[in-house]
C-alpha cells in the first residue's frame, strides 16, 4: 500500500481546554454567565479549514512529486512493484500516497502541539497557549480527514483493478482494506491490520475531548493518553509497508529522525508532569497500590527514555530495518511481498 493511515493523534496525550485543573476530579458543571463558551466539535470543524488547506496543498505536492518519480522511474515504488512503472494506470494508489504522507506529517505535529501543552514549553511561543490548543484539536480532526482519504483512495484503486463484477469488487476492497485480517498478500498481512488499528483508535480517541464533560475529565485524561499509541502504530504502519521508505536510504532514516522530538518531549512531559499527583516521589508510598503505581510511573520513565537512546542509535547507524535494494535485474531474484 502507501504510507500510514496514521492516525490523529491525532495524537497527543495533551491537555485541552476544558479539561479539569490539577487536582478536579468532578465533571464540569454549567456554563457560569461571562465564561468562556466550551469548545464544540462544530466550531472546531469551522476553524480547521485554513489547516485543511494547507494540508491538501501539501497533499497535491507530495502527488505530483510521486507522480513525477514513477514517471522518471527513480521511485523505490517501481522497483518494488515494477508494474506501477505506467504511472498514469495508478494515478489514484499515488493519490492515496500523498494522503498517507500528509496524514502522518498531520499526526506527528499534533503529537507535538499535545505534548507541548501538556508538559513543559517554552516560555515563548509564537502562539498563545489558548491559540495552540485549538490549533491542536483543528489539526486532529484534520488528520482523521486525511487518515480516511488515504483508506478510500486504497480501497478504490483495489475496486479499480480488479476484473471482477463491480458488487464483488467493492466487497472484495472493502474487506482487504478496512477488516483486519482481510488482507492475505506478504508483509500486507501485518502492515495493513497495524494501519486499520490506528484508524479505529484515531477517530473515538480524536473526538472524546467533546464529550469530555459527560465522560469525566479523569477518564478523558486517561483515554486520551492513549493516543500516543495510535502514533506509534501509524509510523510503525508507514516503515512496514510505505514503498517509499521500503528499502534503506536517507528517506526511512528521516522518518525515523522524526521521532527523535517525539520521544525527547514526551519523556520531558514524565520528568516534569503538570499534575502534582503525577510526580515520581523519591520512594514509593507503603501501600501496596502505592508502590505498585510508584513502580508503573519509574517503568514508564525508563522505557521511553530507552526509547529515546534506541532512536539515537538507529539514526547515527543508518540501520533502520529497511530492506536491501536489489539489484538491478530482478526478474527472477526479487520478492516483492
Same mark, same amino acid.
Given at each position: ?25 468532578? $465533571? ?46 527513480t521511485s523505490s515504488t517501481v522497483t518494488v512493484m515494477p508494474f506501477m ?76 483493478? %480488479? ?6 469488487? $467493492? ?60 502514533? $506509534? ?73 530507552a526509547v529515546l537512546v534506541a532512536l539515537v542509535a538507529v539514526v547515527a ?11 538491478? %535485474? ?7 511481498d
Amino acid at each position: 500500500m502507501t504510507n500510514p493511515p496514521p492516525a490523529p493523534e491525532p495524537a497527543a496525550a495533551a491537555e485541552t481546554p476544558g479539561s479539569a485543573a490539577p487536582g478536579d476530579r468532578q $465533571v464540569p458543571g454549567p456554563r457560569r454567565p461571562g465564561e468562556p463558551r466550551r469548545p464544540t466539535l462544530r466550531s472546531d470543524l469551522r476553524a480547521s479549514w485554513p489547516d485543511g488547506l494547507v494540508a491538501l496543498a501539501l497533499t497535491a505536492a507530495v502527488f505530483v512529486l510521486l507522480y513525477l518519480r514513477i514517471r522518471a522511474k527513480t521511485s523505490s515504488t517501481v522497483t518494488v512493484m515494477p508494474f506501477m512503472a505506467d504511472a498514469g494506470g495508478f494515478w489514484m494508489y499515488f493519490l492515496s500516497q500523498a494522503f498517507g504522507w500528509s496524514a502522518l506529517l498531520w499526526a506527528w505535529g499534533t503529537v507535538i502541539l499535545g505534548l507541548l501543552l501538556s508538559g513543559p514549553r517554552p516560555s515563548r511561543l509564537p502562539l498563545s497557549g489558548p491559540r495552540l490548543e485549538r490549533l491542536h484539536r483543528t489539526t486532529s480532526l484534520n488528520t482523521i480527514a486525511l487518515i480516511a482519504a488515504h483508506a478510500l483512495l486504497f480501497a478504490a484503486e483495489l475496486v479499480r483493478h %480488479d476484473t471482477a463484477a463491480w458488487n464483488s469488487a $467493492v466487497a472484495t476492497a472493502f474487506v482487504e482494506a478496512f477488516v483486519p485480517g482481510g488482507y492475505d498478500s506478504g508483509t500486507g498481512q501485518i502492515a495493513i491490520p497495524v494501519g486499520q488499528a490506528a484508524l479505529y483508535l484515531a477517530i473515538p480517541l480524536g473526538l472524546l475531548f467533546y464529550v469530555r464533560h459527560r465522560i469525566g475529565p479523569r477518564t478523558w485524561r486517561v483515554l486520551h493518553r492513549c493516543v500516543i499509541v495510535v502514533y $506509534v502504530l501509524s509510523v510503525w504502519h508507514t516503515l512496514l509497508y510505505g514503498t517509499n521508505v521500503w528499502y534503506d536510504g536517507w528517506f526511512r532514516t528521516t522518518v525515523w529522525l522524526l521521532q527523535l522530538p517525539v520521544a525527547a518531549l514526551l519523556l520531558l512531559r514524565l520528568l516534569r508532569p503538570a499534575r502534582r499527583s503525577e510526580k515520581l516521589p523519591g520512594r514509593p508510598g507503603a501501600s501496596a497500590g502505592a508502590r505498585t503505581g510508584w513502580v508503573l510511573r519509574l517503568g514508564g520513565r525508563l522505557a521511553v527514555a530507552a526509547v529515546l537512546v534506541a532512536l539515537v542509535a538507529v539514526v547515527a547507524s543508518g540501520r533502520d530495518g529497511g530492506r536491501g535494494v536489489p539489484p538491478a %535485474d530482478t526478474s527472477s531474484t526479487h520478492n516483492h511481498d
